[in-house]
């Protein structure tokens, strides 16, 4: 089956195929009211009734300047357009266990009994000197990020789009909490040493026939509290329903894409379930993303919340440390991380 709208000499095998739909299946939601206080239970409500029925949502006035998220796109697109040696001169193995810097084509695979992801990354995370007491004692995914050679005014431009989305999700996360009757500060405590993670990802264009082997990215759910993901206009992403159908989740020009993950299913009992989602790259050129992961505290301890179950519907799930728990789910998607032995 040939699909209309991609990329030429584009074919598709059977169930690969993102069914198009009005966009308004996945909501968008005007984030004005809540940043500026006009309507915040207006709009923790939409966000509540779009996290139980389809996981993600859009965002509109979210406060992201326009002109920041493009400059981002563009040192993206000037980092992975650098030769192979200068992007593995800094490769994710070199940082372990951080997991900063560039994780080149197949080397994390999301959906590894099905699908090798043809996508290349590069990974950034919270700027944490050496005398941090964290880095100290050699906390996963804490410390100095690894930044490329060569590429002037590369870091102060992405650095500035971390901080602005990092922001952006913590207010996400405050309105998450009042979406479940809860204080808005409820989870602060579990957020304010977050692991995070900036991703800047090149999908390339593929031809012919594309099967479920190989795609830009196979089907998960994300590992942590939420995602805030800015997609360039290739498109590509998709998401799975409750009644087993992928639907595509176009760009949608001065939006962001938010999804819930897998601790928020956790803390709320599967009320708000993560949602599996994929992408594949039809559109017959590049395609690039910026996916931020805002995951818990290393140390946060992740459970059933009180008014999230019942005698009727007890704990699916059993507590966690959100740390260990991301620290698993990566060795489970990145093969490097099995190797006996690693560069310091």
């Known amino acids: 089956m040939t699909h209309g709208r991609s990329g030429a000499n584009v074919n598709l095998a059977a169930g690969l195929e993102g069914r198009r739909v009005p966009f308004e299946s996945v909501p968008v939601i005007d984030l004005g009211p809540f940043l500026d206080g006009g309507d915040k239970p207006g709009v923790a409500r939409a966000i509540g009734r ?84 964290a ?35 913590l207010t996400l996360a405050r309105a998450v909490a009042l979406s479940l ?7 602060a405590d579990k957020l304010d040493r977050a692991v995070t993670t900036l991703r800047l990802i090149q999908y390339p264009p593929q ?27 290739a498109g590509g992403l998709q998401l799975k329903n409750c009644a087993g159908d992928w639907i595509a989740a176009p760009p949608i020009a001065g ?15 599967g009320l708000y379930p993560a949602t599996l989602h994929r992408v594949i790259n039809t559109s017959g050129r590049a395609r690039y993303s910026l996916p931020f992961f805002l995951d818990t505290n290393y140390d946060a301890r992740v459970e059933c ?19 260990e728990y991301l620290f698993q789910r990566y060795d489970q998607t990145f093969p490097y991380r099995a190797e006996p032995t690693r560069d310091a």
Not at 147 to 161: D, M
Not at 259 to 269: D, F, L, P, Y
Not at 305 to 322: Q, T
């Open 181 to 187: 009757d809860l204080p808005e500060d409820h989870f």
């Open 255 to 269: 939006t962001l894409v938010v999804n819930i993950a897998e601790m928020v299913e956790r803390w709320t009992n």
């Open 207 to 233: 031809q012919g026939r594309i099967e479920p082997a190989t795609f830009g990215c196979g089907a998960h759910t994300d590992y942590g509290f939420l995602t805030v993901l800015a997609q360039d206009q």
């Open 50 to 133: 779009a996290c139980r029925e389809v996981g993600f949502f859009y965002v509109r006035n979210h406060g992201m300047p326009r002109a920041r998220v493009e400059a981002a796109f563009a040192e993206a697109r000037r980092f992975f357009a650098q030769p192979l040696e200068a992007k593995t001169a800094i490769h994710v193995s070199k940082s372990y266990p951080r997991q900063r810097g560039y994780i080149p084509l197949f080397e994390e695979n999301t959906d590894p009994a099905v699908t090798a992801d043809l996508k290349e990354c590069f990974d950034l995370g919270r700027e944490l000197p050496p005398d941090d007491p």
């Open 305 to 323: 919340l009180p008014n999230c179950r019942s005698a009727e519907h007890p704990a699916k799930y059993p507590p966690v440390i959100g740390g």
């Open 135 to 169: 880095v100290r004692a050699g906390t996963p995914f804490h410390g100095p990020n690894v930044w490329p050679e060569g590429l002037p005014g590369f870091r102060e431009t992405i650095a500035a789009y971390y901080d602005a989305v990092l922001d952006l999700s």
